[in-house]
């Protein structure tokens, strides 16, 4: 019935060209223009599905409109209009009621578009839109699609070719951003510079131009690499004409084995074989982390933590300050202030500082019974996720009062301190400078809080002189790792060579 519905268009186009004069001629030229692509999805309709094993082993190429492949457990819908312009879309349909409604709606946003961009254009002059389809399958939960889309906003007009995708976890029902694929949101500049080596070895980029516009194009952020899919052995990133190269027209192809990716993926991405072929691959893209670890290794490290927050009047100002001086720092939060204030911490996490739990209501653990210890604990972590996507980076019990059952409950490491400015006691910002810098030492964890005005100007100061002493700011965690091994349950007071 599809392929009908198709053949009648046609026809009825055909029939529209008949006749002479300068409008039936430009009318035969758009017909033509649009015949073969047409014609090509016709076959891809016929040829819906793809289940065989030598079907699956082909690799469709960039940027073509021949036909549209799915896997046995979807289908191909059409779309199809012949009256303000010419459109014929395939997309895929899946068993998730609530993924079909995203991908219906990314289509009819493209097509609303494509229709006012045509309108705007030349209301009087039919523009035409095609989109095809292939999938592929990194596990049953995972899969991706690339559609292929030619627009055509006036026939005089040139064709436009866009590749889109979207990668779906069928499971929990959500679209995966690159993001999404990564341990550590910083994994994405392993994978640019990753590219980056390989490409600028390469003829066509050895002028210093040519690398500019590689670079330019490689920046570790998702916008440059949210166009990708995952097969059952690659992570594959599309990307835009002239983004990496100034002279090349069409998308640019980029395979990465995930056997070469596996220490910066989650470990969902690396399923059945992937996981055993990723720990024997020669190749490996070192993390974020691994290559942190290994530039902090010789220096002296210090990490500024803030208890208590976050506060509405005072935690902003040190953010401010943090940022401006490009310090890292870790915020051990109370749940209930969590409760009141989630945009402060969502900009504490946004801006790259750590976030650890330091319970819910601020109370002296070994003195409540196991079972309010554990309200206390799961109750902040519960928010944390809510709130940041991420369970809580590190508890620290309030007043550092623990046991090792208490740790046990915790399931993160425990976080104490080595350097206690004492702000809360003197709230006295030069004093605050002078306690620190008496007892500071390489690998030290400093505790402080974010709800006095005088912590946020004494940490401003102690940055300041740390800094002229030749000390690195990270966080809790960074500092851990580049000393030795993060472990839950764990307690760590400090981080010495």
Known sequence: MKVLKIIVILKRGASECRGGGEESMKKKWLWLGLLLPIFGI????????????????????????????????????????????????????????????KLESFLSSELSAFKRATLENNPKEKGSFFQSFETYELSPDIVSFKFNVMRKNSPLLQTESQVITKTYDLKEEKELQISDLLKEKEDLQSISKYIYDKFSKEQRYSTQKAKAVLQSGLKAVEQNFNTF?????????????????????NYVQVSLPLRELGEVVTPRILVEHLKEEAEKSKVKIPSARQVRNKQLASKKLVALTFDDGPDPQTTPRLLSILKKENVPATFFILGNRLALYPEIVKQEYKLGHQVGSHTFNHLNLPQLPMKEVQEEIKNTADLVQKTLGIAPQGLRPPYGATTPEINAQAQTPI??????????????????????????????????????????????????????????????NQLIEARGKLENSQVYFNATR
């Not at 309709?45 to 469709?60: F, L, N, Q, R």
């Not at 457990?73 to 349909?93: A, H, T, W």
């Not at 899919?229 to 027209?249: E, G």
């Not at 401003?460 to 002189?465: A, P, Q, S, T």
Request: hydrophobic letters at 35%; a positive charge.
């Open 229 to 249: 899919v995952l097969n059952n052995n690659s992570l594959v990133f599309y990307f835009a004409p002239h983004q990496i190269n100034r002279d090349t027209k």
């Open 42 to 101: 016709i076959i891809g309709v016929m040829s819906e599905k793809v289940g065989d094993k030598e079907s699956k082993a082909k690799t469709p190429s960039v940027n073509t409109y021949i036909k549209s492949v799915t896997l046995k457990d979807f289908s191909i819908e059409v779309k199809s209009e012949n009256k303000e312009q010419q459109i014929l879309v395939n997309y895929p349909k899946t068993k998730s009621k609530k993924i079909n409604q």
């Open 415 to 476: 976080i104490q301190w080595s350097v206690d400015s004492l702000d809360w006691k003197s709230k006295n910002a030069d004093q605050i400078e002078q306690v620190v810098m008496n007892e500071v030492y390489d690998g030290s964890i400093i505790l402080m809080h974010d709800i006095y005005d005088s912590s946020v100007d004494g940490a401003e100061k102690v940055i300041k002189k740390l800094k002229r002493q030749g000390y690195t700011f990270v966080t809790v």
